[in-house]
Structure formats: C-alpha cells, structure tokens
C-alpha cells in the first residue's frame, strides 16, 4: 500500500468503473491486485506506470496489492534483480501487502498439471522445440497434431512424474495443454506447461528441474492469492482467453485479466533486450546511467517518485497504444521541483570580470532567497568579490536589438548584488576573449537602481576566489529519432543514439553548495534543476542536469 504521507495517486479510468460495477453488484467484498514483475532485469519507466496503477487502484478501494516475482525462469533470474525491484517499488513510495513468489506455489502448480494429464487435457510430447514450432501451423494454416498426442494418462502421469525427477535432459520432453491444434488463437494450439531446465534456481537451488511456462503460471498464481483484478499491457490481450481456460478447467478462484496500453516515450526504448544490449556494448555506464529510462536511472538522475507519480496521473490509463512526449515527463518534474528545490548560483561557461572600482581584497556577504515558491525556505548569505563569473553566453560585444545582457558601455543586474557596466574586453593573441571588465554601483546593492534608472537585464555569477569547481553532467535525450518503434527495418536502433547526449564541464558554485548531500535536488538559477550525483567527492562534487528550465510541454500543450 502507499506510505500513509504520500499523496493519493488519483486514477480515472476504465478500470476503475469495473472495479466500481463490480464493487456495487457485490461480485468481489475487496479490491486486490498484484504487481508481478520478472526477477531478469531492471524496471524502466513503464513498469512505474504500472506501479502507480495496481497500488493506486488498491489504494482508492481500502484494498491491497501483493508483490509477486515471476521466477520461473532460473536460467535469467537473479537476486540482484529482486533486490533492486523492490527498491524501486519502495523508492516510488509503495508498500505491498506480501512479498510473494511464482516458487512458492511450484508444488501447487506440479499438482494442477497432474490434474489436467488426469483429465486427458495435457500430455508429455518428446517433439523438440523447433519440431513443435514448425507443426504449430500459422494464422491461415492449422497446426498438426503431436505425434505423442494421443498417449494414454497413465502413461503422461507417468512420464511428467519422471520429468519432475530428473530423469530426462534439457528439451528432451515438454509437458503440453491438449486444446486445439486448428484453434483460430495460435496460443490454443496445444500451448507448452512446462519444460525441463536443468539449473539452480535463486529460491528453490536444485528442489526443481521442470518449470512451468508463464501462460500456465499467471493465472493461477492470480487464483491462488485471490487476485480481483489482474491488470496487464495490451499484448496479453490475446492471452486472456487461456489465462481463462486454465482456471476453468482446474474449477479454482475466478481471476480475471484486464489489459491496458503500454507507456511508450518519444527518444526512448523500452525493450529490456534493447537495454540490456546498450548497458552490454557500453554504450552508457550502467543500468543506473541518468540516461537509461530505467526508474534507477531516473532516479539517479534527479527525477522525484512525487513526479513519477503526478507523470502516471496525467497520462492516465488507455486502451489503445500511443506514444507520450518526453516534455510531459520533465513538465511534471519541473512543477514538483519548482515548489520543493533551493535555488543557488552556478556558472557552467565562465567568463571572468574584473570590477575594476571594487576595493582590493574586499569580501562581503550579501543575502539570497534560498526558493521564492516556499516562503519557509528562508535565506542563504553568498559572498560577493572583486572578480566574478558569469556565462560567457551572458556576453557580447556586438549584441543584436533587445539585447538585455551584458554588453560593452551596457548595464546589467548582478543576481542579489549591484549593477555592474562592461568598460572593457581583454583577449589573447589568438583574439578569444578572456575576461572583460566593469564598474560597479556601490548604491544599487540587492540590485536597486537608486535613482530611477531601467537596468532591463539580471544575470546570475559566483564570487571566482570562493567558488566551488564541480562537475556538472549535461545529459540530453539519449536518441535523436522521437519515435524510436517506428524506425527501418534496415536500421538499427543504435545508429540513433544521440552522440551529445551527455556533456561534462567544468562549473563554478556559489560555496553553500557544500552543504549539499548525495542526492540532493537543486536549482542552479537560469539554468535548470540538478542532482547531485553518488560519483561525488569531498574536494570535487559531481551534479547531473535533471532538466532544463525550458518548459517545451507548454508549447506541446498549447
């Protein structure tokens, strides 16, 4: 369930009008759902949406969500992987009602299946996988009949008995559903239960050696825990019917599989083949990369669960696969930010200037709003000095009309400090500027204009003999084609990947940065919101650009 302090993810949709219709007609006295992920890999954004919707909607209805790991696959699962799901899950500000595993019901499905082969709806098939792929048939050719089909129960009892106890090797025989071999639903056509893997699993070791498939676990790993409402992406639409067939041939706990679409992001994949392959061929640093869509990615890079979930609100839940702006994503970081994130001074392109009429070897401290947005946020003192930094693109020589910057025999306001005017340029003798210089107004401190006069510009700087050097990542979109499922078939994925996806500088910051702790979130003021990064030292902080202040999903929205 959701932290008792976390605001209620509101969700509006079709969804909730049946658990509503199925509430009022007194079908189920509780709502409860599940969110099962496989234990092969990390959540990406994707799997947040579905987060938000299976714990929001339980929410909403005073029931409860369980956490339940699909491990039925030893060969590609791993505690790591369990470990880091449920670190996301809590990360985004939920609590399950039980921590529960595919594994701890193996016994109970080994005892359903025996039961089907009793029935004379499932049979042992010695076909291999590529035999069985190629008598499946296609959607205008029905399939062919296994050649084992016909196998009397006793004997399959038998044979699924010897398959449990290892007796067989890998692919040597599979446990089949005996539906239809001409069924319209390819997936009818004698679907495989179960096959022989040979490997230790991360929660049974060696207990096992045949697992079952995920189409014959789901749903009745769902009955088993008395799931109300089974909540999956579009694709497993054409799962529901088995998902149905299974429980009702077995006569158990009717749960039922509602679909909904997907979260696709523009500049961005979400297979986990996809993202797995990037992190393998090093074409980001790691799972957690700020870059990666992944939620601990995301995380790294800045983004509050508070805008995870306000993003899963206003995309709402849909039928129908669409693809969502990225800008939306960074819209809703940008408003929780904008409320919660102190401001501080950076400059991430310095240009030195030198107030030439400033006394020698004078420091003063001058006050700074710490956020504008919280009243309670109070304020910060940063020291001002007779050499500053500010932008170099805060800087022209030959500026064009409307202007409003820095400029020679030009006025600006200093951020918090005085009105200063360019007198001077100094370059080298490769002509490249150096550092300019200007005259300060000892009686517009806090940025006044004592007599009346309009100073239209306000730049921000750091005093240069107390700044602080760091590292400052700027990561931008990790592809350059928006619509990354609709590229060739000709191309390959990585021929997008944006090569300016990631520039560090070197910055200068206003020392009350020192305060700041491994994760911390912050407004460099005129620039955008940062985080300051785990690769962080005592001597040299490390922060991750979160987002610009440019707000695009306004101009998107409009």
């Excluded at 749903?219 to 799931?227: L, Y």
């Excluded at 067939?245 to 996809?274: C, D, G």
């Excluded at 955008?528 to 306004?554: E, Q």
Aim: charged share 30%; proline share 5%.
């Amino acid at each position: 369930m959701l932290k008792e302090k976390t605001p209620e993810v509101k969700t509006l949709n079709f969804i909730e009008e049946i658990i509503e219709d199925d509430l009022n007609s007194g079908k189920y006295k509780s709502v409860v759902t599940r969110f099962p992920p496989e234990p092969n890999g990390y959540l990406h954004i994707g799997h947040a949406k579905s987060i938000c919707l299976n714990f929001g909607l339980a929410l909403r209805y005073g029931g409860k969500t369980n956490l339940r790991f699909d491990d039925t696959n030893p060969v590609k699962e791993d505690v790591e992987y369990v470990d880091s799901i449920k670190e996301d899950i809590k990360w985004l500000g939920f609590e399950w009602a039980e921590e529960l595993y595919a594994s701890d019901y193996f016994e109970q499905l080994y005892e359903w299946a025996v039961k089907l082969v009793e029935k004379g709806l499932a049979y042992v098939d010695d076909q291999t996988q590529e035999e069985i792929r190629q008598t499946r048939g296609t959607i205008s050719v029905a399939g062919i009949n296994s050649p084992y089909r016909n196998r009397s129960a006793e004997e399959n009892l038998e044979l699924f008995r010897r398959m449990r106890a290892g007796e067989f090797a890998d692919g040597a025989k599979v446990l089949r559903a005996k539906i239809d071999m001409s069924h319209p639903n390819m997936l009818f056509r004698d679907p495989i239960l179960y096959r022989i893997i040979h490997s230790e699993h991360h929660r049974t070791g060696n207990q096992w050696c045949i697992y079952p498939m995920y189409d014959y676990a789901h749903g009745q790993c769902d009955s088993i825990e008395n799931i109300t409402h089974s909540i999956c992406t579009l694709e497993f639409d054409i799962h529901r019917p088995l998902y149905d067939w299974f429980i009702e041939k077995l006569e158990i706990f009717p749960s039922h599989q509602y679909e909904f679409a997907r979260l696709n992001l523009t500049y961005t994949v979400m297979s986990k083949r996809k993202l797995l392959e990037l992190v393998k061929n090093n074409c980001v640093s790691g799972w957690d990369d700020p870059r990666m869509p992944t939620i601990c990615g995301i995380r790294r890079r800045g983004y509050t669960p508070e805008s995870i979930r306000m993003f899963a609100e206003k995309i709402g839940v849909a039928k129908r696969d669409n693809v969502i702006d990225l800008s939306l994503l960074e819209w809703c970081l940008r408003e929780d930010l904008n409320k919660r994130a102190n401001r501080y001074l950076a400059v991430l392109n310095p240009l030195k200037v030198v107030i030439t009429n400033y006394p020698d070897g004078q420091t003063e401290n001058l006050t700074a709003i710490n956020n504008p947005e919280d009243e309670n946020a109070g304020t910060r003192e940063i020291p001002f000095s007779k050499t500053i930094y500010i932008e170099r693109d805060d800087f022209m020589e030959n500026p064009p009309k409307k202007y409003f910057r820095l400029s020679p025999d030009n006025e600006v306001r200093l951020r918090y400090a005085y009105i200063i005017k360019c007198t001077g340029a100094v370059k080298d003798n490769n002509g490249e500027l150096t550092e300019i210089h200007c005259t300060y107004d000892p009686a517009s401190r806090g940025g006044n204009s004592p007599d009346g006069r309009k100073v239209q510009g306000t730049i921000h700087w750091v005093s240069a003999q107390d700044a602080v050097e760091a590292e400052v990542r700027l990561f931008d979109r990790l592809f350059t084609e928006p619509f990354m499922d609709n590229i060739p078939e000709d191309k390959d994925y990585k021929d997008f990947l944006n090569p300016d996806s990631l520039k560090k500088v070197t910055a200068y910051l206003e020392p009350s940065v020192k305060n700041l702790k491994i994760m911390d979130k912050v407004q460099f003021e005129r620039t955008g919101y940062f985080c300051m990064d785990k690769d962080s030292t005592g001597s040299k902080p490390v922060f991750n650009r979160t987002a610009t202040l440019k707000d695009t999903w306004a101009k998107v929205n409009k």
